[in-house]
């Protein structure tokens, strides 16, 4: 024998389902309000994570451009030490020569 279904029971049921429903939605809205200041969170943080890359982008341009500049410096400068070390042992040579010469 089946029990009869009336309608308190079927208007509780109902009710039941009604208030799960109810707490699920409720839930999802929280949750969805969550992942909203999270995005937002998480587009400011990419933001700022952006900018401070450009900065880097642009602080390596800089360094290396000093670098090229240094290395050029650099390469004048073995150049002026290759020559003034040229310069010395040719006085050096014009200096020996002279002393050579008697004078007397």
Known sequence: MTP?????RIARIIMENMDKL????TGMVRELHRLR???QRLEEDNR??????????????LLDAKSKR???LEDANRKFETEQSE??????????QLE???FA
């Open 87 to 96: 310069v010395r042992s040719r006085v050096k040579n014009l200096l020996d």
């Open 37 to 39: 200041e999270d995005n």
């Open 100 to 102: 050579k010469i008697n």
């Open 70 to 72: 240094v290395e050029k």
């Open 4 to 8: 009869q279904v009336t309608d308190d």
């Open 48 to 61: 700022s994570l952006q900018e401070k890359a450009n900065e880097a982008e642009h602080q390596k341009n």
């Open 22 to 25: 109810e707490e699920m939605v």
